[in-house]
């Protein structure tokens, strides 16, 4: 995918101060080649704007949004209550160490559903999106394969370095 000023994946965070977390999810998406935009925006603070961005994600070419937010975390569910763009959910641990955002985000009552990942789980939302927009996209698919071969030789490596462990007399491998 060729470096373009048009994102295909939104990511939205309730506060700049959930951006030290989401830096693991942009990270992966640089990396994977898929363009996002990356946006402020508040379920308390500013709702007209939430609105707006929901109501024209899928029609300005969005195709995955990724909504971060913690403590009442109602940004995620009021996203995804106003598209059909597909929504995954990061729950932040501000407050609670993050279960209130967690079960802000998961609990969705049927029929409204956001894609929910662990608290801070980052990278798995944008592992998710990038997954979702694979289906579509055989080159970021490759990508997609690549990345996870090479989590497949961490294991490798780190097989290899535990074989070296020798301070055991009872170890036998
Ligand atoms: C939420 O409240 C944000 O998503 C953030 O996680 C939390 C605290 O926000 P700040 O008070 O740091 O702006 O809206």
Redesign the pocket.
């Known amino acids: 995918m060729a470096a373009t000023n048009k994102p295909i994946v939104s990511v939205i965070?309730?506060?700049?101060?959930?951006l030290p977390v989401m830096k693991k999810a942009l990270d992966l998406l640089e990396q994977m080649e898929v363009p996002f935009e990356l946006l402020a925006l508040?379920a308390?603070r500013t709702p007209e704007e939430v609105t707006d961005f929901a109501t024209h994600a899928e029609e300005r070419g969005i195709r995955v949004i990724i909504a971060?937010?913690?403590?009442a975390?109602h940004?995620c569910g009021v996203i995804a209550a106003q598209t059909t763009v597909p929504v995954i959910g990061v729950p932040?641990a501000?407050t609670l160490s993050g279960m209130d955002?967690l079960l802000s985000i998961v609990q969705m009552p049927g029929g409204i559903p956001v894609a929910t990942v662990g608290i801070n789980g980052s990278l798995n939302a944008a592992l998710l999106a990038v997954q979702i927009l694979a289906v579509a996209d055989a080159d970021l698919a490759e990508r997609y394969r690549g990345y996870k071969e090479g989590l497949k030789q961490k294991i490798v490596k780190a097989n290899a370095d535990l074989a070296e462990v020798k301070d055991y007399k009872y170890k036998t491998n």
């Open positions: 965070m309730g506060s700049t101060s959930d508040s308390h971060a937010a913690g403590m975390a940004l932040i501000s955002a």
